[in-house]
Antibody, heavy 122, light 106 residues
């Protein structure tokens, strides 16, 4: 069983950036991907991107490709998502999740963090 | 982009009933399909991956079927703790989630 703990809620101004972290514990392996997914409260999910820590392989959704960076640190078992040029449409709950397949980016998400609310408001 | 469409949007069910949820892909995703359950204020929980494989710890009343473009999640006998929103998710090429089906008490 793996536990993912995310950093706390953020309030940001339009045009700024936000960095959200996700720390894994409990039997975690660097061979399994971290992913970032967001959910506007009351709505569905949107995949942002993912990384395989041991390979440093990343993949991003086309929509976010020019303003998101996802990293993973093998030694600290932590992933970070950095999203820039924020607008009000980026207000959402951001979840990190771990992939279920060995060294695969395209995978189901077995474990999820508790979510981080990012609010973008002037 | 492969788009996932779930139906119905809402299902009103009595405890003990059999429930069937549908998820359709705009083009084939092979068996690269997962189902999740989400309750209010909680993160999603993985139920099914590979279209039909139950995740660890998931009760046997949950089953998944299908391949290609048409998929089904079946709950054989709905329990009180199963009232939630269910999402399908394909991970063939660019991942995409369906809009969800809310299973509510009749």
């Amino acid at each position: 069983q793996e536990n993912l703990v995310q950093s706390g809620a953020e309030v940001k101004k339009p045009g700024s950036s936000v960095k959200v972290s996700c720390k894994a514990s409990g039997g975690t392996s660097p061979n399994y991907s971290f992913h970032w997914v967001r959910q506007v409260p009351g709505q569905g999910f949107e995949w942002i991107g993912g990384v395989i820590p041991i390979l440093t392989t990343t993949s991003y959704a086309q929509k976010f490709q020019d303003r998101v960076t996802i990293t993973a640190d093998v030694s600290t078992k932590t992933s970070h998502m950095d999203l820039s040029r924020l607008t009000s449409e980026d207000t959402a709950i951001y979840y990190c999740a771990r992939g279920s397949a060995y060294q695969e980016i395209l995978t189901a998400f077995r474990y999820w963090g508790q979510g981080t609310l990012v609010t973008v408001s002037s | 982009e492969i788009v996932m469409t779930q139906s119905p949007a809402t299902l009103s069910v009595s405890p003990g009933e059999r429930v069937t949820l549908s998820c359709r892909a705009s083009q084939s995703v092979n068996s690269d399909l997962a189902w999740y359950q989400q309750k209010p204020g909680q993160a999603p929980r993985l139920l099914i991956y590979g279209a039909s494989t139950r995740a660890s710890g998931i009760p046997a009343r949950f089953s998944g079927s299908g391949s290609g473009t048409d998929f089904t999640l079946t709950i054989s006998s709905l329990q009180s703790e199963d009232f939630a929103v269910y999402y399908c998710h394909h991970y063939n090429k660019w991942p995409h989630f369906g809009g969800g089906t809310k299973v509510e008490i009749k």
